[in-house]
């Protein structure tokens, strides 16, 4: 029985009380109608995830207390109840044993970054895409951004000249201080048994992935220093790097999480012979562009002249213009296009270039080399250290 004009089944792995990032999962994906979430292992204590089940109104007996019992019993239902796709919402540690076996059973998967916490896993998981025949989303949401789709499309169409520099930057504060005891959210991520890498895998892929949706180029090399500035604290915290992309283009990328006042500062300068571009997550509505010879351009969200410019970003923009979208949105279009996917590959059809323009297992596989690079660069002195291809 194929999906047809029905909803796409979705159960979650993690996401139980007090969970925001998994909040933001489920509103992006209910906002298109395209999915119901009908099951969950929300948590490792069946009795908090009996409960959030309970607040999410989901049947009692589709609230487990391990993802591994969810996904047997999942997979063993009749194929008018037997969901579609595995949303997984765990500390990073928890991501690649139930990606892995939802893609083995054949479920189609969406994920929270960085995608494992070593690239073993994460070339493991690839191989697993790749036998399954079936769809793997990384919410690398901030490239979901209508206006980032629009600097893509507008450096592809050569609007700013053979691109010569690119600077990324993500500053945060929350982590200034020693928050580990009072934080849950600080506790998983500053423990690299639960993270892996710190600032660098949690914020730092963040900033590189940017840099690589809208130039389209790949950083090749880095000389990074990382390292940790809150006495006590066991993950890394703060990190800058020199980097290269193809072509010999120089710029850099850094990310803090001790930038006190910072909240989530991220944004990035792009520039070509011809013009340069600058966005920031902060005023993600529009889409600056600076020349030397003419006056300053300020590209507007879901435009006319924007949305000519950039199909890829006229999907992506939901409100009218001048309208603010923000963060849900960014996260709904990573669910949208890998929901207009899913359909066609049900169907036996190719999904279009539109509809797999969503971060994939290539990008976490890219951004762990990232982080592999910049600890081994850092390691040694910020040597430059080449950015491995797998």
């Not at 047809?4 to 990032?21: D, E, F, S």
């Not at 906002?31 to 490792?44: I, P, Q, R």
């Not at 690398?140 to 169409?157: E, F, G, N, P």
């Amino acid at each position: 029985m194929g999906i047809g004009n029905r909803k796409l089944r979705m159960i979650m792995v993690g996401g139980g009380p007090g969970a925001g990032i998994a909040r933001v999962h489920r509103a992006a994906a209910l906002m298109d109608n395209e999915y119901e979430l009908v099951a969950g292992a929300f948590s490792s204590n069946p009795e908090k995830s009996k409960k959030m089940g309970e607040e999410l109104y989901i049947d009692p007996d589709r609230a487990y207390g391990s993802w591994e019992e969810m996904l047997d019993k999942e997979n063993a239902l009749p194929a008018d109840k037997r969901p579609d796709v595995v949303c997984i919402v765990t500390p990073n540690h928890m991501h690649y044993a139930p990606a892995k076996r939802a893609l083995e059973l054949g479920f189609h998967v969406v994920m929270d970054k960085p995608i494992t916490v070593n690239l073993e896993q994460a070339l493991d998981l690839r191989e697993c895409v790749r036998k399954s025949g079936k769809a793997l989303a990384l919410t690398h949401a901030y490239a979901a951004c209508s206006t980032v789709k629009l600097a893509r499309d507008l450096v592809k169409q050569g609007r700013l000249g053979a691109l010569t520099k690119i600077v990324v930057e993500y500053p945060q504060g929350w982590l200034n201080r020693l928050a580990e005891r009072e934080d849950s959210a600080a506790t998983w991520r500053t423990d690299p048994a639960l993270a892996g890498s710190g600032c660098v895998g949690d914020i730092g892929t963040h900033a590189a992935n940017l840099s690589e949706t809208i130039t389209g180029m790949r950083i090749t090399s880095v000389a990074a220093d990382v390292g940790t500035v809150v006495s006590g604290r066991k993950a890394d915290d703060d990190f800058t790097a020199l980097a290269r992309w193809n072509d010999n283009v120089r710029g850099s990328v850094q990310a803090s999480q001790i930038s006190s006042g910072e909240g989530n500062g991220l944004n990035i300068r792009v520039y070509g012979t011809d013009a340069g571009l600058f966005w920031t997550h902060r005023e993600m509505e529009s889409l600056t562009i600076i020349a030397q010879d003419r006056p300053l351009e300020k590209w507007g969200r879901n435009t006319s002249y924007a949305n000519a410019a950039s199909p890829a970003a006229a999907r992506a923009a939901r409100c009218y213009a001048d309208h603010a979208e923000g963060y849900l949105e960014e996260f709904a279009n990573v669910y949208y296009n890998l929901a207009r996917t899913i359909r066609c590959l049900d169907a036996g059809q190719t999904p279009s270039e539109l509809d797999l323009d969503f971060p994939n297992v290539e990008d976490g596989i890219r951004g762990l080399a990232f982080v592999e690079a910049c600890l081994e660069s850092s390691r040694n002195d910020s040597a430059w250290t080449a950015v491995k291809k797998y």
